[in-house]
């Protein structure tokens, strides 16, 4: 591995429930970790052990889970980060992860204290190209995540950027968000605390209409886009959400001659390009051939003129 990463052990600070089978996991870093990860870059991930952890008492796992919840875990499981924070010595980077099988369901019972391992930081992250004053992050159901650190990286760092946020889910109680805030700050557009506290303006969408934009979170950004007078040279498109999604995107940014960075999922069985199991099928500059690039080393953050989706 290179010196930017390697495997470390972080301590769990804090590990809460945030919705019906939302979580935010946090872990500390000390030493070597704390370096590493304090220059992690929003889109990159880390590989988690969580092969040790305990399952939950039976009537805390979902019936949709039962009969899975006891399978053996071989891999590590692939998670980006909502934030990450250096104080002094230490670095804390936040995951937001949501219960869907046998790993995430023994995450649950992490408490503070408790130590996991950790491959990373891996992969590549979002880019800020030059000459950029807006960007437009557009997250669907757990993409939210690494589009909140990009949010506080963009803020933060690049001060000359006007970002707004999109985000979607099927419906009102699969947004991964911790509350609503109040009418007042709805009026504003800051929609999502946790865009809100970076002073990003933000839309929600959902596909039932139970609150918000009615419809997927991609024509929420196409119809916003149609109001909007922009040059769009000098916009940048940010996207994380199911791959029909990002295929969405691409096209909107072709259609608009938008730039556009999405973060692509796979599979990752090591995360650092030795099983080659996440491959993307990739355009070529210059003919009309394909070849793959791995999600883990040349993502997961790619150009979506790129990708063959």
Known sequence: MSASRGVFQAVVSANRQIGARFYKLKLEFSGAGAKAFASARPGQFAQ???????LPPAEKIPEDLADVSRREIL????????DVTTEGNKTVVEVLYCVVGPATLRMTTLLAGCTVSVIGPLGKGFRVPEGKNRALLVAGGMGAGPLQHLAKVLT?????????????????????????????????GFWIPEFGKYGVNSMLATD??????????TDCFWEWLGQEDLNTREVIVYGCGPEPMLARMAEIAKLKNIDCQVSMERRMACGFGVCQSCAVECRTAGSGETIYKLCCEDGPVFDTGEVVF
Do not use: H, M, N, Y
């Open 48 to 54: 988690l052990d969580v092969s040790g952890a305990a």
């Open 75 to 82: 891999l590590r499981r692939p998670f980006s980060f909502t």
């Open 156 to 188: 933060s760092d690049f001060g000359s950027i006007d970002v707004t946020a999109f985000a979607g889910a099927k419906t009102v109680k699969e947004l991964p968000f911790e509350r609503r805030l109040d009418e007042i700050s709805q009026q504003l």
């Open 208 to 217: 039932d209409g139970s609150t918000g934009f009615a419809g997927p979170v």
